[in-house]
């Protein structure tokens, strides 16, 4: 006996997806006839387990729920942030500070430098904690779908009202409609039990369950209800056969909880600049430490001249910059309806090349929908066609108000008491009306053209009646259209549960057949009065072996009306003829059979409707109708006509769908419906072109453009196979499992594509885990797949994707431009540091200004491009080049480092030393007197005993005398020189800001709607100023107030920073190939 309840999951080594979980635990009892099962169980279907039986059970195997996951402790996630990324290097810089603290307590900038930087590390630390700390509410999601109570058969008691997480293999339940099925159970006895099997399989309609196995695949067959699913109607008797985690629910979970995410694109992205920028600073710190010390420095120098050049070449605020950023982009997103849960998937998003759709809820709108009709029809004849569905471009037929002009009994209806008027009916593009005979209207040769039809005149004819979310009326409002609208309302049992609001959108408390019945028929008649002057006195209700609905009704005058409905062949051959009078020949009935097989191979349901009055002679006001005596005619029938019926596709589908692929995005239906039904769908949303040559895997049309592929065929396919199907350029997906499609996503992602998943039910939950970026719908989808997606459409809408893709684009091109800005920074904070060492002029720039310029003066402005508006029309570009489109490339580091930040080093010193000549110490006496060193050391310190740090009093300019100079004027000297080399820094760090608004195109080309950025630019000179002349801040940054002609000399850098890059994306426009492209295009 196999045991079953809770079981801890095992580690595999590599992959843990759903199709290993249920390759080794496969379904087989389906295949069990009721006397198996109960010796394989030890059970029995009359009397049930003993309490004694199932507490033993129960305590051998484990209650029936869900084995919680292992959860990460939450210092180990602070524990990440803490020491992730540049932490590592800014504690070991902190740490040396505090040594060389310890070792000679007279150098307290250097302690204060240490104690900046652990409070830089531990800020951003926590703020990084702060935005990605979440807990993983995958397994809450599932426990939601787990059902509370179940009715069980035990010691012989029917009716035992029990807790759901108690149940055993072996116990019999009982399940009706409106309960959640509690296990795994095999049906050995049902009275029309239908289950939701949505949420699992993808079905949009209920399945109907049974007796015996019907299906070799367990999630085909009959025979099983899912824990989890939902019986919407009907009653049934099984065993558990299966609970907790062993059961089909219970493999998903565990795959969803278990399933490895890939790694973000911005996760990869930012561990390669993390080691790129670590790799430079270490590197520069540890030869200018080890030059510092062969050339004869103490040690404790050497140390700090380290400490120095790491935390220049470290943007401190960068990683604090990115995420905020994408705070921001994913706030924006919120205002479009998708709501970010991992901010960083944001970005991937951008990258994605092909998004794996659901269709049910997803690309349609989750609501069964009358499409067409077929009834008689004496003024029009039409034909179906594979471009009479809705996208194909054709022209929009007039609109007309059949309400003015009635014919029928039932049409032109107005509004019940405290039901809102439904909206005129609205013409259609779907189907191609040919007109003759009085009242014909003359459409030109378009309209004559069409009227080479060989069919009867009083014959049925085909007649789009839907689009999108309204309903229309054909041209003509015939009596048999009105009797169609009759039969629909009347042998119908649904309801509404409110008349509020859309009529297409308003709940109802039937199943989805007969819900679409309904609102199609309140679309044009009042089916309340219908049904209040036509009283059902009898029903025989649909079942799966006779396939029909009877309904009778007593009509005002006293006579009855018998009304049905069901699958097409068997009402067609219980009718003689039409209700017009026309026999009901042979060739009637084979057109009608070839008009529904044509409606069904578009993947739409077909339902025929047909009546017969009944004599009043033999049926009189108040006969006794006997359902089981089936005392009335059931042949001999009237023809009415037939509705066809489809989840039809949201409107805007199509549009998002041409969208994303004129970016490059290939958009593939993963679905577990039937395929005639996926292809007709992919057909009207764009995903299948009209014209496109579909093939299969049985015949592998090598020159066809476009393929489907069922589930059975994805568990045997080989390498071969695979890379035909994903090489074709359209492709649907049918009838697929959860493991399949968590298979799907693993074989695009082997291809080196990054994959969006979209989907709305447990059964996408896998898929959602494994792909780049799982995406759940917010309205319809399930609380699994929610948790398990890294983002959610808070309307449902597949075109809110769009606007999703184009943000991750976005910030992309964003952050480019906010990592270059930031980056420019480093080289005129960098350089001070190794000409102090190599060429021992005094340093222009020390430590804390640094941090004053990376924490202060650029954060705002770097933060400010995420607000940046796209340069170009980014939805036209395709995906990036994941191996050659990075987020930081040589040629970033090129024109951050040697082009731009060259000129901001060259316009930094050339302030510097006009400072210290304005101070009388001349360039050239620097360079060789080689004191810079010891520049800010106290005279009395031993090294300057006997130094003369030579300046000229008066000024150079005016021919002072040659003097020596004390600490107090070479420290004023050095600390105004060092703010002016401060305020060219940052003059030129407005002008790299500017000149990054745009990667390509010139600013004449691009706005200044940027409002956050300007501010940026604001903030970044007015701190300037405060740092310099508010008292008491310029002394804890170590800056000296200066005189106004000390902000010139770097104002001519900023024109010449402008000018240069105008001229260098002029190039690149005018020269695509050039080296100057190759070099300088980031």
């Not at 998903?252 to 670590?278: C, D, H, S, W, Y």
């Not at 189907?431 to 005979?437: N, R």
């Not at 069922?710 to 697929?736: C, H, M, N, Y």
């Amino acid at each position: 006996m196999v045991s079953c309840g809770k079981k801890k999951p095992t580690a595999e080594d590599g992959e843990k997806d759903l199709t290993k979980k249920t390759a080794a635990n496969p379904i087989f009892e389906h295949a069990w006839p009721t006397p198996q099962a109960e010796k394989e169980l030890s059970t029995s279907v009359t009397t049930g387990l003993t309490t004694a039986e199932a507490e033993q059970r129960l305590a051998r195997d484990g209650p029936n729920a869900l084995t919680p996951p292992p959860t990460t402790p939450w210092w180990v996630n602070l524990g990440k942030h803490l020491l992730g990324g540049f932490a590592l290097l800014l504690w070991a810089g902190g740490i040396l500070c505090f040594i060389v603290y310890a070792i000679d307590q007279t150098r307290l900038p250097e302690f204060y430098l240490g104690v900046v930087l652990v409070v830089v590390v531990v800020v951003t630390g926590l703020f990084g904690y702060w935005q990605d700390s979440k807990a993983d509410a995958v397994l809450a999601g599932f426990l939601k779908l787990t059902p509370q109570q179940a009715i069980v058969v035990r010691d012989g008691n029917e009716g035992v009202e029990m807790d759901a997480t108690k149940l055993v293999k072996g116990d019999v339940v009982i399940m009706s409609g409106g309960q959640k099925v509690p296990a795994d159970v095999l049906v050995i006895e049902c009275q029309g039990l239908k289950v939701d099997n949505s949420s699992l399989t993808g079905e949009s309609l209920p399945q109907k369950r049974g007796v015996g196995q019907s299906d070799e695949l367990p999630h085909e067959t009959h025979n099983i209800a899912f824990f989890g699913t939902q019986c919407t109607e009907g009653l049934a008797k099984g065993i558990v056969i299966r609970c907790g985690d062993d059961t089909f629910m219970g493999q998903i979970a565990t795959a969803a909880v278990e399933g490895e995410k890939p790694q973000t694109q911005m996760q990869i992205e930012l561990n390669r600049f993390i080691l790129i920028i670590t790799a430079i600073a270490v590197v520069l710190g540890l030869v200018f430490f080890g030059i510092a010390f062969a050339l004869g420095y103490d040690w404790v120098v050497a140390v700090i001249f380290m400490i120095g050049i790491i935390v220049a070449n470290v943007p401190e605020g960068l990683l604090v910059t990115v995420t905020v950023a994408l705070t921001i982009t994913a706030k924006n997103m919120a205002a479009k309806n998708v709501l970010v849960k991992n901010v960083e998937t944001i970005e991937t998003l951008g990258a994605v090349t092909v998004i794996c759709s659901d269709k049910t809820g997803t690309l349609t709108q989750n609501r069964m929908t009358v499409r067409h009709a077929i009834y008689s029809h004496e003024s029009a004849v039409g034909k179906i066609s594979p471009m009479d569905h809705p996208g194909d471009g054709t022209p929009e037929r007039q609109s007309t108000n059949n309400s003015a002009t009635t014919n029928g009994p039932f049409l032109g209806r107005s509004a019940s008491p405290g039901e809102e008027a439904p909206a005129p009916a609205q013409a259609t593009p779907t189907i191609s009306i040919s007109a003759s005979g009085p009242g014909a209207s003359g459409g030109g040769g378009r309209r004559e053209s069409l009227l080479a039809s060989s069919l009867d005149m009083s014959r049925p004819a085909l007649h789009a009646v839907h689009y999108g979310t309204k309903f229309r009326s054909p041209q003509d409002t015939t009596l048999e259209f009105g009797l169609l609208l009759r039969c629909a309302a009347l042998c119908n049992h649904a309801r509404f549960v409110e008349k509020k609001g859309p009529l297409m959108q308003r709940p109802t408390n039937g199943d989805a057949s007969e819900s679409a019945l309904l609102k199609f028929s309140t679309s044009h008649m009042n089916v309340d009065l219908a049904r209040k002057q036509n009283p059902e006195v009898c029903c025989v209700p649909f079942n799966s072996s006779k396939k029909f609905m009877v309904t009778i009704h007593c009509q005002p005058e006293g006579s009855h009306l018998l009304l049905m409905k069901g699958a097409p062949e068997r009402i067609i051959s219980r009718c003689n003829r039409l209700v017009n009078g026309t026999p009901c020949d042979e060739d009637q009935r084979r057109e009608l059979q070839a008009a529904q097989m044509e409606l069904a191979a578009n993947g739409e349901r077909v339902l025929a409707f047909a009546q017969l009055e009944l004599p009043v002679q033999n049926f009189p006001k108040g006969f006794k109708f006997d359902v089981e005596e089936e005392n009335f005619p059931l042949e001999g029938l009237q023809f009415i006509g037939m509705l066809s019926m489809e989840d039809p596709p949201r409107e805007e589908v199509p549009k998002a769908v041409a969208e994303c692929q004129s970016a490059g995005i290939q958009v593939v239906m993963v679905t577990g419906d039937h395929p005639l039904t996926a292809k007709s769908i992919a057909t009207q949303v764009g995903i299948i072109d009209f014209e496109a040559v579909v093939t299969n895997l049985e015949t592998s049309n090598p020159d066809a453009t476009a393929v489907v592929v069922t589930g059975p065929e994805i568990d045997d396919l080989t390498d071969d196979q695979w890379d035909f199907i994903l090489s074709r350029k359209q492709i649907v997906f049918a009838r697929t499992l959860p493991q399949q499609k968590q298979r799907i996503v693993a074989e695009f992602q082997n291809r080196d594509h990054v994959v969006a998943v979209t989907g709305d039910g447990v059964n996408d939950s896998p898929a959602l885990k494994k792909a780049d970026v799982g995406i759940a719908m917010g309205v319809t989808g399930s609380e699994v797949a929610k948790d398990a997606a890294d983002m959610i459409l808070m309307d449902d809408n597949f075109a809110s994707i769009v606007k999703g893709v184009e943000e991750g684009r976005l910030i992309f091109d964003n952050l480019k431009k906010s990592i270059v800005y930031t980056l420019e920074s480093n080289i005129p904070e960098i350089i001070p540091f190794l000409a102090n060492i190599m060429l021992r002029i005094p340093l222009a720039l020390t430590t804390i200004m640094i941090l004053a310029i990376d924490l202060g003066t650029d954060m705002l402005p770097a933060i400010a491009f995420a607000y940046e508006t796209a340069e170009l029309n980014i939805m036209k570009r395709k995906p990036r080049d994941r191996t050659r489109d990075r987020l930081v490339t040589l040629q970033l580091i090129g024109v951050s480092y040697l082009q731009i930040g060259m000129i901001q080093a060259f316009a930094a010193y050339t302030a510097f030393f006009w400072v210290l000549n304005d101070f009388g110490f001349q360039t050239s006496n620097l360079m060789t007197q080689q004191q810079g060193v010891t520049w800010d050391n106290p005279d009395s310190d031993p090294e300057n005993l006997n130094t003369c740090y030579r300046f000229i009093e008066g000024g150079v300019a005016d021919g002072g005398i040659e003097r020596c100079a004390g600490f107090e004027y070479r420290n004023l000297a050095l600390r105004t020189a060092q703010s002016a080399h401060f305020v060219a820094t940052i003059v030129c760090q407005v002008a790299g800001g500017i000149i990054h608004k745009t990667r390509f195109l010139s600013q004449l080309q691009h706005n200044w709607k940027n409002a956050p950025l300007n501010v940026g630019f604001a903030e970044e000179l007015l701190l300037c100023c405060a740092l310099l002349y508010i008292p008491g801040m310029n002394d804890v940054f170590g800056f000296e107030p200066m005189l106004l002609e000390y902000w010139w000399p770097g104002w001519p850098f900023f024109v010449l920073t402008v000018v240069y890059d105008e001229w260098r994306k002029w190039w690149c426009r005018k020269f695509p190939k050039s080296l100057v492209y190759r070099l300088g295009f980031f």
